[in-house]
């Protein structure tokens, strides 16, 4: 969202397929305290889309490549060209391989939950 309220073209990639869907209610988010899951996810895209420049594709990655100055992003159905990842993988009880392939992981992107590209 902070992305989008820069100005930055931005998009997320997400999934869809939260830790937490079975659970019935969130806690511990202010303002979104006992919401269910679903509602969380569709209220936190429908406040970063309310951004002009802020995209969302339902979708999964499965490779980031660096390519020069830009990284290409491949999910199961497509590519995108960025300049800047940061990686929002999520958690689960058994973590799932992401193949990222000769990326300094030191100062290039920093890893929270979901996935977004800025260019």
Partial sequence: MNFGRGLKRTLIIDAAEPRNRVTEESHGYLTQDGVSPDEFRKN??????????????????INIKKDG???????????????????????????????????????????????????
Avoid: C, P, W
């Fill in 44 to 61: 936190a895209q429908k406040d970063a889309l309310k951004y002009e420049g802020v995209s969302l594709e339902n979708d999964r990655v």
């Fill in 69 to 119: 100055e830009h990284f290409i992003v491949s999910t199961s159905t497509n590519q995108f060209k960025s300049r800047q990842v940061l990686l929002a993988t999520g958690l689960r009880e058994k973590g799932r391989r992401l193949r990222i392939s000769r990326i300094s992981m030191a100062r290039r992107y920093s890893t929270v939950h979901g996935v977004m590209a800025t260019n």
